[in-house]
T-cell receptor, first 114, second 112 residues
Framework: NAGVTQTPKFQVLKTGQSMTLQCAQD?????MYWYRQDPGMGLRLIYY???????DKGEVPNGYNVSRLNKREFSLRLESAAPSQTSVYFC????FGTGAYEQYFGPGTRLTVT | QKEVEQNSGPLSVPEGAIASLNCTYS??????FFWYRQYSGKSPELIMS????GDKEDGRFTAQLNKASQYVSLLIRDSQPSDSATYLC????????????FGQGTELSVKP
């Protein structure tokens, strides 16, 4: 099992450009999440999908859109990138384990917007 | 007040010592609690989960939960230089499905 995979690993964008970050999991998890991690700010939830066909906003959704393409895939789109979106983006998926939801993370995408 | 608070550190301990990492949370409805380890430049890795009051041990790691006092801690026995990382505390609140609230993380440095 590959677990949670993300593409690309690194990306540099100019202000105003758009791009889609891809995430896939092969663990048959129902729920998937997108986070951003900035120095001093910790992990902040952008969007999540509790199950296939549903998506909801997290703490910092502005400037982003998501698509839950199927049970495996959950993409994050930046329509018009801004320097404030320079960050490390993590995708995660979760399963209800022994009494608790346990989230597992992908390797991350390091995005720089100039 | 932040929902989940951790001392940012860095916490420095000598090799072989016990490292103690603490986390407090504000929502009494929180149900389950997690510790993640994150090496520099890498993604968070789940190392412990706990949801009942008391201690839970896994190898050199012990998670302790006290819901009355709203804190959760992680003890690392016989600390090794390879334990040097940032440790993230995360909390799952009631009726929030799998959503987690993360603390800022505590940086741990284990000196040989």
């Amino acid at each position: 099992n590959a677990g949670v995979t993300q593409t690309p690993k690194f990306q540099v964008l100019k202000t105003g450009q758009s791009m889609t970050l891809q995430c896939a999991q092969d663990m048959n998890h129902n729920s998937m999440y997108w986070y951003r991690q900035d120095p001093g700010m910790g992990l902040r939830l952008i969007y999540y999908s509790a199950s296939e066909g549903t998506t909801d906003k997290g703490e910092v959704p502005n400037g982003y859109n998501v698509s839950r393409l199927n049970k495996r895939e959950f993409s994050l789109r930046l329509e018009s990138a801004a320097p404030s979106q320079t960050s490390v983006y993590f995708c995660a998926s979760s399963v209800f384990g022994t009494g608790a939801y346990e989230q597992y993370f992908g390797p991350g995408t390091r995005l720089t917007v100039t | 007040q932040k929902e989940v608070e951790q001392n940012s550190g860095p916490l420095s301990v000598p090799e072989g010592a016990i490292a103690s990492l603490n986390c407090t949370y504000s929502d009494r409805g929180s149900q389950s609690f997690f510790w993640y380890r994150q090496y520099s430049g890498k993604s968070p890795e789940l190392i412990m989960s706990i949801y009942s009051n008391g201690d839970k041990e896994d190898g050199r790691f012990t998670a302790q939960l006290n819901k009355a006092s709203q804190y959760v801690s992680l003890l690392i026995r016989d600390s090794q230089p390879s334990d040097s990382a940032t440790y993230l505390c995360a909390v799952n609140r009631e009726n929030q499905g799998g959503k987690l609230i993360f603390g800022q993380g505590t940086e741990l440095s284990v000196k040989p």
